[in-house]
């Protein structure tokens, strides 16, 4: 084994105390929730594994086959439930007719709808042949004949389902057309209890591509619910809650979400398939999604409004370190050509689609395309903002500057370049300014941006001063001398991090994500609430919660946050060193516990820190990593150190 090379750190000392800022005053409130959860699963502790314990291997899901985000067409925005055999081609039509499909919208997905009932008793799920006429291929309806109509276009075929027995449709929107008819048992339609034959049906006979599952069953048929009284379904006691992570049973859904992924490799052979989990960011589905499928949604249903918009949005833009090729942060469909994003609303509409593009969100067009005018055809076939969606590297764009206001997103490319968005989130005009720093480019040598919607270029040093009209968003690739000669930040890198552990003890709502109207409520009750757990993971560029990074008063641009007692897979690719300046954010709530920071590659330990303290200077740590080919990043917290913020700052793989 190789000799670990330790890095003293400076002495600790004191420091100045400062106003406390927003994110300050929720971390601090946290820290003892934290703490004492965490109390109760020690890494190490008699009888669970310790997860800190380097494997060697990446962890996130590379199963199926998506190596950069699914792009396509989804019937449920346009027609929800009201779908038939005539729409799905109509819609197949119009991507090979308008050359959609050939910059990659291939997946055509039929959502809820498609379904009769399940024929008892031997539990064959039945389509609707007066929808999809091309079904009815005797005692045994298949959907073959058109998924090999669809596959003969050049095209991917996708089906819906849902986890528990019942779908969406039933529980929540029965008044929506084609529900399952008949019994109790031959209207439970979901994949419980039927996962291994279902899966089975729908890739190895009806030759499907894709599947999206969504999470209704599981949550909506508690033994009290006025359907399970009525005797309409069966009680599936709830293992999600909305409104409550401490109520949801997240190893449970999770389990069973994995089960898919199991009958998955088994029944779709050696085909590519695209496996799509719909459980709208509850159960804590935004930390270990990207360990199940390929695909997973982050938030409640997106709709056609500005401000619905935002909320989705703000669910995934601080989670970059957890979306990676064969793994996707999901945001939900587009809605472009519908309500804000309508063809009176050009603007909206663009920001909407370039915003998906930039955060690596399977771009799935929910509209219906036989509607479709130049201008929307305009927006979905930007060819240079498709591109920095499909991007090779499969880096989510990183926060460069984040307010209310406006936000920066930057995004490192494959060659090397950066896409660039800026937001105006507001309803009047915004005024900002784009740096070199923030693209970690040099102040001194030309940046070059090309506006990727007027093609317009231009050129400045240092930085440039920009102006938005409301809820505009301008979209650039920019070109530059990269600051750091020789290597790469780790976080211009998210796509080849995995936060295996993240040290969070405790699922705790995130309070940063913007809270909308609900549609379906409106006004009624209390309103919104923080919902989607995650709250203190990983970040890209920030401690946790979302701080500035600094440790002992000094501040770094750049770097890896997270809580102690986390892990980060990195994939190396052909670099030798890799380098950071590692200590305690001066965003702790305690100035209790001590931090130990370790690199290991392939298992082997490389370097470790000696224990660093709030208030310690930052100290170096460096390891060659030649011909590694996972080097694991572990910070371990003592007992009182366990909510500490650790921090890789500088982090960088060097050639």
């Known amino acids: 084994m190789t000799s670990p090379r330790t890095m003293a750190g400076a002495d600790a000392r004191a420091v100045p105390r400062i ?23 020690l890494p190490g502790s ?21 190596p950069v985000p699914p792009m396509g067409w989804n019937s449920w925005n346009a027609f929800n439930s009201d779908v038939d055999e005539e729409k799905v081609l109509a819609s197949a039509q119009a991507l090979v ?9 291939r997946y055509v997905n039929i959502d809820d709808g498609w379904w009769l009932k399940r024929r008892q008793p031997d539990g064959r799920m039945m389509i609707r042949t007066s929808h999809f006429p091309s079904a009815r291929t005797g005692a045994n309806p298949s959907f073959r004949p058109l998924t090999d109509r669809l596959h ?28 399952p008819e008949g019994s109790v048992a031959e209207r439970e339609v979901g994949l419980y209890g039927h996962v291994d034959e279902d899966i089975r049906l729908y890739f190895a006979e009806w030759n499907f591509d894709f599947i999206k599952v969504d999470g209704c069953g599981a949550r909506g048929l508690a033994a009290d619910a006025p359907r399970v009284r009525s005797g309409l379904y069966r009680a599936l006691p709830p293992l999600v809650d909305m409104q409550s992570l401490a109520a949801s049973d997240v190893a449970g859904i999770r389990r069973l979400y994995a089960a898919v992924g199991t009958a998955l490799r088994t029944h779709a052979g050696q085909r590519p398939y695209v496996y799509s989990l719909c459980l709208w960011g509850a159960g804590d589905v935004r930390t270990w999604g990207k360990d199940v ?11 056609p409004s500005w401000a619905r918009m935002l909320t989705n949005l703000d669910t995934v833009t601080h989670r970059a370190l957890y979306a990676h090729p064969g793994s996707w942060n999901d945001p939900d469909m587009l809605f472009v050509g519908t309500g804000d994003f309508d063809a009176a609303h050009p603007v909206e509409a663009r920001a909407h689609f370039a915003l998906w593009a ?26 240079d903002i498709v591109a920095l969606n499909q991007d090779a590297a499969g880096n989510q764009a990183v926060l460069a500057y984040d307010s209310d206001d406006a936000q920066i997103f930057v995004k490192t490319l494959a060659d090397g370049s950066k896409g660039v968005a800026v937001v105006n989130r507001t309803a009047q005009p915004v005024k900002a300014v784009l740096t070199a720093a923030q693209l970690k480019m040099t102040a001194q040598g030309d940046v070059r941006l090309r506006d990727l919607w007027s093609k317009t270029e231009r050129t400045f040093r240092g930085e440039t001063a920009l102006t938005l009209a409301p809820h505009e968003t301008l979209v650039f690739r920019a070109t530059g001398t990269h600051r750091l000669a020789g290597g790469v930040y780790l976080s211009e890198q998210p796509g080849r991090v995995n936060p295996a552990v993240d040290g969070i003890a405790r699922p705790t709502p995130d309070p940063t994500i913007h809270r909308s109207i609900t549609p379906w409520t409106g006004t009624r009750g209390p309103g919104d609430h923080p919902q989607y757990g995650g709250w203190g993971g990983a970040e890209a560029d920030r401690a946790p919660y979302g701080a500035p990074i600094r440790i002992a008063g000094t501040a770094f641009d750049t770097g890896i946050g997270v809580l102690a007692n986390a892990r980060l897979e990195v994939r190396n690719q052909g670099s030798a060193r890799f380098t950071a300046r590692v200590g305690v954010n001066d965003s702790a709530p305690s100035r209790a516990g001590r931090v130990v920071f370790e690199i290991w590659g392939d298992g082997r330990l490389l370097a470790r820190s000696k224990p660093m303290a709030f208030g310690d200077a930052a100290a170096p740590i460096e390891a060659r990593v030649a011909g590694v080919g996972i080097v694991e990043l572990v910070a371990r917290g003592d007992t009182e150190g366990m909510a500490s913020p650790a921090i890789w700052a500088d982090a960088a793989l060097i050639r």
């Open 19 to 41: 106003a406390a800022p927003r994110w300050a005053l929720v971390a601090a409130a946290l820290g003892a929730i934290l703490s004492s959860a965490h109390a109760a699963s």
């Open 152 to 179: 003969a276009m050049g095209l991917k075929a996708g089906i819906y389902s849902d986890i528990g027995r019942n779908s969406c449709g039933q529980i929540y929107t029965p008044d929506f057309k084609n529900q």
């Open 293 to 303: 499928g390929n695909m997973s949604r982050t938030s409640d249903d997106i709709q």
């Open 97 to 105: 007719d308008t050359k959609l499909a050939t910059l990659g919208y």
């Open 358 to 383: 930039m955060l690596n969100a399977p771009l799935i067009i929910g509209y219906d395309l036989r509607k479709l005018t130049p201008d929307q055809l305009a927006i979905f076939g930007n060819a």
């Open 46 to 66: 008699p009888g669970s594994p310790d997860p800190l314990v380097p494997t060697g291997r990446w962890s996130a899901n590379s199963d199926g086959s998506a």
